[in-house]
């Protein structure tokens, strides 16, 4: 929603410059907010599949479809690969992503992620430790853990 306002505000703004602005000049500034989007766009790419991104592990689909939890691997610049799980929104642009639980290193990956509610993803260790994760449906906004058995070494 928010690329498609930017559009039309754009739009009407240079509609409007053209009955003040010479054609020529009205030119050269459609072309650089063009080059200006453009750079915004290719850096908000960087961004969310290269700085962010990583390899991922599992992809699993909350019971009502808007939501899925994604186990990633890495940080995708090969600087670490530290298993990390995220929520994030399905069927929507742009894209949400929230990191809701991070590995303690190389060979923490979780043994199984799901969702036990809507709102709601349960994350066993590689030790076998539960962790519950709560996030807000619209905002994504995480929760504090709670930590279930087998005992208290999980905490």
Known sequence: AAPLALGVVLVVAFA????VVPRRALTALMAGAGVVLAGVVTLAWIYVDVVNGGRIIARIVAPDGRHEAVVIEGDGLGIGARPDVHVRTRGRWPVRDTLLWRGFDETSRPRDVRFTTPEQIEIIDYRGCRYLVGFSRHTLDPQAPTVGPPD???A
């Open 16 to 19: 409007a410059l053209g009955a």
């Open 152 to 154: 208290a070494a999980c």
